[in-house]
């Protein structure tokens, strides 16, 4: 192994930024701190080449740890780290940091610098000509929602908090990182643009398709974005990982079902969509209710319910409804299943 990390991207520069995303395999990861505290017992992780996986748990159970050892910020006491097929504890730290993004909670953006100079940091230091640089800066800007001839020239101050976070997304993104590493990326940002800063990251993520492992405390937050959830408990000791529907649905173990909380009915409504399986047959004289399309999720149509004062609705497929759902049949798709 010669410690590089390969992707569809060293192929074809061109097409950086659209399709190279690496797996990550954490086998038996241990840290201990030279005080002695050991922060990481033993964490084994399996994620997908252009997966979402949030790691979730209680304040010091570890969570920046692993998210620090994979870009070797912080050095492992034990285990391997491979990305794709690369173990990172082999590689050279400084390429390697170049090859992930990484994205913290303040963004850490360079105050002297304009918003394009930081946005092309990496890609500079790669020696990238300085067109290339300059396009790729426009083009990064433009995915994240910013003007590059409004806020190209700017300085991290000019900046609101959301602009500054995505600035941050677009810095971590610019060299065609094979992964994104992110920790509490929007909890410096008040909650309305958080959730508008979450819906915009989640189209950006079908556009690109990275391996993010994304850190935070917010459980709403790992519900909306994660493919898949990490849930930790003290030393880094993996309580459940799987979707957030079956996360909030089944709850493995008694610290998670704590962790999940009392309203994870209706939390699960929000990662449950209205399936055929949930409706009753139209009857003839229920054309006045409200439609809702099949595959919405159940708690938008129970918003929809509640704001039509109604019972049931009409669920549509192509246009034409297929059934009705009960609130009964509704409420019953976020109750556990265990
Ligand atoms: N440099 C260090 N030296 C000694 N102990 C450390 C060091 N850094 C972190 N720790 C300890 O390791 C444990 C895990 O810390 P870590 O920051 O990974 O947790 P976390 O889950 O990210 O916490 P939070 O949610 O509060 O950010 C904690 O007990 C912390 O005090």
Known sequence: MDGTVKTAADADPDRAGRTSAASISLHGIRKRYPDGTEAVRELSLEIAAGELVVLIGPSGCGKSTVLRMINRLIEPTGGRILLGDTDVTHADPVELRRRIGYVIQ?????????VSANVGTVPRLQGWSRDRVRRRVEELLD???LDPAQFGR???HELSGGQRQRVGVARALAADPVVLLMDEPFSAVDPIVRTRLQEEFLRLQAEVRKTIVLVTHDLDEAVRLGDRIAVLSEGG???????????LGAPATPFVREFVGADRGIRRLAVTPVGADALDPVPADEVDLPHVALGTSAYDALAVMLSSAVDRVLVDADGRPVGVLTRHRLLSLG????
């Open 106 to 114: 303040n963004v850490g953006l360079f105050p002297h610098q304009t």
């Open 143 to 145: 995915i994240v929602g």
């Open 154 to 156: 700017r300085y991290p």
């Open 237 to 247: 000791r993996l309580e459940q990982y799987d979707s957030p529907a079956v996360l």
């Open 335 to 338: 109750q556990p299943t265990t």
